[in-house]
């Protein structure tokens, strides 16, 4: 009777889980006592809640079951069968089997065969953001101490497998015959093989003498021990393992290795450095910071000592693939941008400084091989907040890659005004749509200093207007030809390079008159406009007492002073827009519609060669009183001081657009139409001065651009000029070749004006799906070396191939002789995954002009699941090589790689 009693009492409170208070809980006691020789086995859907006899418990102990669940009440242990969950605390166990021991405060987990004695419900334990799976788990939730057999768990980016697994109390566990990989497959490709190893996780995992083990082959490739660091939430400092690579130029290397420093948690600095078999070294000094919402950057200087004592110096003067002889060098660049936040300053930094021969014997990249430039550029931009105001400040570099000319500006000062209404400024009233209130005014107002260490030296040649038919345009003043003078940049040489530089202020006033709708079909918009520019600095001009008419004399003098040019014009513009359509009605064209877009405009500005403007100066250089006279610029030719002569002009232009209604090859009533673009754009225009007593209409400028098939884009301009040629027989025999005042379509025959330049690009991509893939590139990758031919960190292979081609023509022809120069190009770029793990791109331009290839580049990549290899051949050109490397795709194990490079800057 009693036993029944007590079964029909623990029957009534089952439900699907079961919790076990701590004894120190306070809750209302609702234990039943039984006698220590029976045991109960629930059902399916029953769940129980009793409380454990005392011990040792800090929180609630919640379990749960699928299948069953079995209590020994006199053992205190709890049996769960089937989808077994324990909850206590931060820790979390699961597996087909786990019991709880009370007397023991243990949990143990296994495994259970299932009707096909397979093992299944493989116990997987989680505590403190740590996941353990294992045959077979041995936990003590007293101590914290575990033993776990056959387990596999992860550690940052890499995983630990191990027979016997041995976890503490400060959640720090041993493994014994243990495997570390990056692979994340049960079986992995590859692995680092350690009688033990020790993790402390999100710290490091430390291990003893180990070996390589690839594709399950023993690798006579180890150490005494190691140590891979797995931080979660902060980085931490170490070794940079260096490179092993070989260049013609410098011989076998160990490059780039050193030293990693955390500093904080927004500064990281590496020290890297590399040395040569042939002589020589460079050190480098990164530091990336950053900081959350606010900024990020990165600064870098490297110093490069390059050694070669039997350098051919003639011979590096004459090739381009001839080395220099021995000479140190150094790079400092410096990226720096800020976090957007309205109403506070912005400031950016992009600087990229070097010695002239640095890019030259250290090139890393295809980009910087190609480069023309190297620049640099630091600014502070501000928009007052609730105002029309704004200001800047910048500095800029620009030098020639590989050569030693440069530019600075220091600094580039700017304050503007956006323009407002005139009427809202002097009333502070709101417009009523008056046309006078359309009026608009705003200003800006900039101001800079630029040096050069090219200084061309007064005397020279300076370029003269001629006047009355004169045919003179430059003039050389006393002193012999133009010479221009390379210096460097050091405290000596400031004095020069500061009486040398340019100093000016440009003001632009923006005068916005409106825009109005006349005869309701045109678009009326007058316009005005003044600027004026600022220099330090005038020239007076004498004429050299013995003229020369082959090169007159002038002597130049330089004088420091305030110089000022003022320049302004009006205008007015009338416009509209005129359509048409053609009603086709075919199986597959429904309609095509033309847009043209005419406008016509006059500009009018003063002949500033007035003696009025003071901005010319008018000497007498020949001995020929009326062709013997030109005009010379008071200010510097930088001043931009404006042409002489009267400008009344009429500007025309129209612009045409063809599309063409076609039905679509959906049936759907949404898509019955779509537009196909023939032409985007068609655009004539020229200009006709009224004013000019010759050669009133200026030449015609013609550019199209449109999308063919949905895969060639092109864009053609071309010039014409509309007046003839006319060829004359000299004395000696030459032919000489001037343009008249007269039209190619007057006189006998018609003719259309000639063409005298035409350019023509044509980009064509046949794998439209390679622009629209959205495929986001995985995290956490680790960067590749910065070595040319580089294949990128992430390669997209759902996308099977890509093939795009971009083909130029240059035609440009003299308006004096009957000679012409044409430059053709074609580069090719594409891609091919012959299968889903291989993947060949390539590059290459050829220049039909010369007959050769400009640029070539061809890379394999192969992904090996866990690891990648990439191999890259550039066989042309002075930065021709190769370069081999396979490496494991883990950032932890970025300094496990292979790496073979030769690169080709030594040819001669």
Not at 85 to 92: H, K, Q
Not at 465 to 475: A, D, F, H, K, R
Not at 490 to 518: C, D
Not at 561 to 570: D, E, L, M
Request: charged share 15%.
């Amino acid at each position: 009777m009693f036993l029944l009693l007590l079964q029909f009492c623990i029957l009534s409170s089952l439900s699907v889980s079961g919790q076990t208070r701590p004894r120190n809980a306070q809750s209302t006691p609702d234990t039943v006592r039984t006698t220590p020789q029976d045991t109960l086995s629930t059902a399916l859907q029953d769940t129980v809640e009793i409380a454990p006899p005392p011990g040792d418990i800090a929180t609630t102990i919640k379990y749960s079951a699928r299948d069953s669940i079995l209590f020994e009440v006199d053992r205190k242990v709890v049996h769960l069968y089937g989808n077994a969950t324990v909850d206590y605390g931060t820790m979390s166990l699961k597996a087909a089997y786990i019991g709880i021991n009370y007397d023991s405060t243990t949990l143990t987990a296994a495994t259970l065969a299932d009707t096909t004695g397979r093992q299944t419900g493989q116990p997987v334990f989680a505590d403190g953001g740590q996941n353990y799976e294992a045959k077979r788990i041995v936990y003590n939730y007293k101590t914290r101490k575990g033993l776990i057999s056959q387990v596999v768990t992860q550690q940052g980016e890499g995983y630990i497998h191990g027979e016997v697994v041995k976890r503490n109390e400060n959640n720090e566990f041993s493994v014994f015959h243990a495997k570390y990989t990056t692979c994340n497959l049960e079986h992995p490709h590859f692995y680092i093989n350690a009688t033990k190893i020790k993790a402390i996780p999100n710290e490091k995992v430390m291990s003893g003498p180990f070996n390589l083990v690839f594709a399950d082959i023993p690798l006579p490739v180890g150490f005494l021990f190691g140590l891979f660091p797995t931080p979660k939430d902060k980085r931490s400092s170490g070794i940079i393992v260096p490179t092993y690579g070989e260049t013609r130029a410098r011989g076998f290397s160990l490059s780039n290795g050193g030293f990693y420093l955390a500093l904080n948690d927004y500064i990281g600095t590496s020290v890297t450095g590399s040395i040569y078999s042939l002589g020589g070294y460079q050190v480098s000094v990164n530091n990336a910071y950053f900081k959350r919402y606010s900024y990020q950057g990165n600064f870098n200087f490297s110093y490069d000592y390059f050694k070669n004592d039997e350098a051919d110096v003639e011979g590096s003067r004459l090739s381009d693939y001839a080395l220099p002889p021995s000479t140190r060098s150094f790079m400092l660049t410096w990226s720096h941008s800020p976090v957007v936040k309205p109403g506070r300053g912005r400031f950016t930094a992009n600087v990229n400084f070097s010695s002239p021969l640095y890019t030259r014997l250290n090139v890393v990249s295809t980009s910087q091989y190609l480069s023309a430039n190297i620049s640099s550029s630091i600014s502070y931009q501000k928009t007052i907040p609730n105002s029309p105001f704004s200001y800047g400040v910048t500095l800029r570099h620009s030098q020639t890659n590989g050569a030693s000319n440069m530019n600075l500006v220091l600094p580039d000062m700017n304050f503007a005004m956006t323009q407002m209404s005139l009427y809202e400024i002097f009333t502070k009233n709101t417009p009523t749509g008056k046309w006078y209130e359309n009026f608009t005014f705003g200003y800006s107002v900039n101001f800079n200093n630029s040096i050069s260490n090219q200084i061309q030296s007064i005397p020279g040649t300076i370029s003269a207007i001629p006047v009355n038919g004169s045919n003179i345009t430059q003039v050389g003043v006393a002193g012999g030809p133009t010479q221009v003078d390379t210096v460097d940049f050091n405290f000596n040489n400031l004095g020069r390079l500061w009486n040398a530089g340019r100093r000016q202020a440009n003001h632009n006033f923006s005068i916005g008159l409106g825009n109005y709708k006349v005869f309701r079909f045109f678009n009326l918009n007058p316009s005005v406009s003044y600027s004026e520019t600022w220099v330090d600095r005038r020239y007076t001009y004498t004429s050299s007492p013995n003229y020369i008419s082959s090169q007159p004399g002038v002597v130049a003098i330089d004088t420091a002073g305030f110089g000022r040019i003022y320049q302004y014009s009006a205008g007015a513009s009338l416009s509209t827009n005129v359509y048409g359509t053609v009603q086709i009605r075919g199986k597959r064209v429904e309609a095509i519609r033309h847009v043209m877009r005419p406008s016509i405009s006059y500009s009018y500005s003063p002949d500033y060669s007035n003696p009025s403007f003071n901005y010319y100066q008018t000497l007498q250089v020949s001995r020929d009183q009326i062709t013997g006279e030109a005009l010379y610029a008071r200010l510097p030719r930088y001043a931009n001081a404006p042409g002489g002569g009267l400008q009344s002009a009429m500007n025309f232009n129209i612009t045409n657009q063809v599309e063409m209604k076609v039905k679509a090859k959906s049936d759907t009533a949404a898509a019955k139409f779509e537009k196909v673009s023939l032409i985007d754009n068609l655009s004539i225009g020229g200009a006709y001065n009224l004013a000019a007593d010759s050669f009133k209409l200026s030449v015609i400028n013609v550019s199209m651009n449109t999308k063919l098939f949905k895969m060639f884009n092109l864009n053609a301009t071309s010039v014409f000029d509309p007046y003839q040629t006319v060829t004359t027989t000299l004395e000696n025999g030459d032919t000489q070749t001037r343009t008249v005042d007269r039209y190619t379509w007057q006189g006998a025959g018609f003719k259309l004006p000639r063409m005298t330049r035409a350019n023509l690009a044509v980009q064509a991509s046949f794998n439209p799906a390679a622009q629209g893939s959205t495929t986001a590139p995985p995290q956490n990758l680790p960067a590749l070396e910065p070595e040319m031919g580089n294949m990128p960190a992430y390669i997209d292979f759902k996308i099977p191939w890509t093939l795009s081609s971009d083909f130029t023509f240059w035609y440009q022809k003299s308006n004096t002789s009957t000679e012409f120069t044409i430059t053709k190009t074609l580069g090719i770029q594409g891609s091919l995954n012959m299968t889903d793990k291989w993947k060949i791109s390539g590059s290459g331009t050829y220049n039909f002009t010369d007959n050769n290839i400009a640029y070539a580049n061809v890379s394999i990549h192969r992904d090996l699941h866990c690891w990648d290899m990439n191999i890259s051949w550039i066989p042309f050109g002075y930065a021709r090589g190769y370069n081999l490397t396979i490496n494991a795709r883990s950032s932890i194990l970025q300094d496990l790689k292979l790496t073979r490079n030769r690169q080709g800057i030594s040819y001669r």
